[in-house]
């Protein structure tokens, strides 16, 4: 099974600000990586797919990068309904596994 | 709009059976693989299974022998059969629909709340 690490765990930014957030595989997926939101009592939303694509009507403050193992989110410009919790989801190989998430949260 | 309604949550008590459904629609559903994954309540996520377009199937680890997924195209509804459940499959339940040649989930449902306790 393929460990998805995403640190930090928390981060603690103020609106406006740049949030970086990473994903590190535990061996190569090439770039097959998505990244969602999820807010409190919300379903996950899909941000990112293949890395680097962004999905349908989300904004370009939100960036993915990233092949192998190792992977960036960026959030330019933190907006206040930006703060959540992200993670980041692999698709190279069976099963599908999820990082345990980083908590972007008001400092 | 595309839409996904998770049902057949609640609460059930340990080694019993529990099937949730969920109702798709907005789209040819019948074109597209599709999703369960998990949440237990304050933690991370968890795949569950897919089923593909064609029938095919995979599992998450912890789910092979005990849960089984199915879809019926013509109710344009998918299944999730659970068997022989235990109190860490305590989770909120979502499905969510293959997007972009299998490159993430679009879009999720809203889930379905599973209990498992004695």
């Known amino acids: 099974e393929i460990v998805l690490t995403q640190s930090p765990a928390t981060l603690s930014l103020s609106p406006g600000e740049r949030a970086t957030l990473s994903c590190r595989a535990s061996?190569?997926?090439?770039?097959?990586l998505a990244w969602y939101q999820q807010k409190p009592g919300q379903a996950p939303r899909l941000l990112i797919y293949?890395?680097?694509y962004r999905a349908t009507g989300i904004p370009a403050r939100f960036s993915g990068s990233g092949s192998g193992t190792d992977f960036t989110l960026t959030i330019s410009n933190l907006e206040p309904e930006d703060f959540a919790v992200y993670f980041c989801?692999?698709?190279?190989?069976?099963?599908?596994?999820f990082g345990g998430g980083t908590n972007v949260e008001i400092k | 709009q595309v839409q996904l309604v998770e049902s057949g949550g609640g609460v059930v008590q340990p080694g019993r059976s529990l099937r949730l459904s969920c109702a798709a629609s907005?789209?040819?559903?019948?074109?597209?693989?599709m999703h369960w994954a998990r949440q237990a309540p304050g933690k991370g996520l968890e795949w569950v299974a897919v089923?593909?377009?064609?029938?095919?199937?995979e599992y998450g680890d912890s789910m092979k022998g005990r849960f089984t997924i199915s879809r019926d195209n013509s109710k344009n509804t998918l299944y999730l059969q659970m068997n022989s459940l235990r109190v860490e499959d305590t989770a909120m339940y979502y499905c969510?629909?293959?997007?972009?040649?299998?490159?993430?989930?679009?879009?999720w449902g809203q889930g379905t709340l599973v209990t498992v306790s004695s």
């Open positions: 969510a629909r293959d997007a972009y040649g299998g490159n993430g989930f679009d879009p």
């Open positions: 907005g789209f040819t559903f019948s074109s597209y693989s």
């Open positions: 089923m593909s377009y064609d029938g095919s199937k």
């Open positions: 061996q190569s997926i090439s770039s097959y």
């Open positions: 293949d890395a680097s």
């Open positions: 989801q692999q698709r190279s190989n069976w099963p599908l596994t």
